[in-house]
């Protein structure tokens, strides 16, 4: 039940946030084509419910200290995912907002603002560190008795890694010593203090 509750958190938390989806990489950079395609029509539903249905045919009844660990991680991941990315929309809506605008930025030769503070002061890409801790929970939630449960961590973890090489390649063409600037304040990329 705990897998499914957190499955429906994020499929709500998505649809009342959808505005601020239009503004991700996905669809201001990567556009419609194949990949979103197949992905929302096929991969996400699929790798979205592996947990759920090894329950099915696995039920797991996780001691109470580690249900409540879970529910942490989740909670955790849930308020740093969605902090990050409501305070990134709002940024790019409007910097002078009063919700955001005691973040600190630099400015790039290009025109725009890079945040370096709140959120973004942590970790270039906390969003997604925040998105995979949601993910990691909910694979927890099988146990450790197989590691299909798990498929959607470890694709997720790659992928998420993946995006952040590509996307810092990407951000060090557009920015160009703006991009190195911002690197030496925002230092890691996923993992504070550690990546």
Same mark, same amino acid.
């Given at each position: 039940a705990m897998v499914c509750l957190f499955h429906c958190i994020y499929v709500a938390d998505a649809l009342?946030?959808?505005k601020a989806i239009l503004t991700t990489m996905d669809i201001v950079h990567d556009g419609f084509g194949f990949m979103l395609l197949f992905g929302d029509l096929a991969w996400v539903p699929f790798t979205?419910?592996?947990q759920a249905r090894y329950l099915v045919d696995h039920p797991t009844q996780l001691p109470h200290w580690v249900a409540a660990a879970v529910f942490a991680l989740q909670t955790i991941g849930y308020l740093a995912f969605r902090g990050s990315n409501l305070q990134k929309d709002r940024f790019r809506r409007d910097p002078n907002s009063s919700q955001?605008?005691?973040v600190k930025y630099i400015n790039t030769k290009? =025109?725009?603002k890079l945040m370096v503070s709140g959120w973004w002061g942590i970790a270039r890409h906390i969003n997604y560190t925040a998105d995979w801790l949601i =993910?990691?929970?909910w694979c927890l939630c099988c146990g450790f008795n197989h590691v299909i449960p798990f498929f959607y961590a470890i694709y997720f973890g790659v992928l998420l890694v993946h995006r952040d090489l590509r996307d810092g390649e990407a951000c060090e063409h557009k920015y160009g010593q703006d991009w190195k600037r911002y690197c030496q304040i925002v230092k890691y990329r996923l993992i504070p203090y550690l990546y």
């Open positions: 009342y946030f959808e979205y419910t592996v955001v605008k005691h290009r =025109g725009t =993910g990691l929970s």
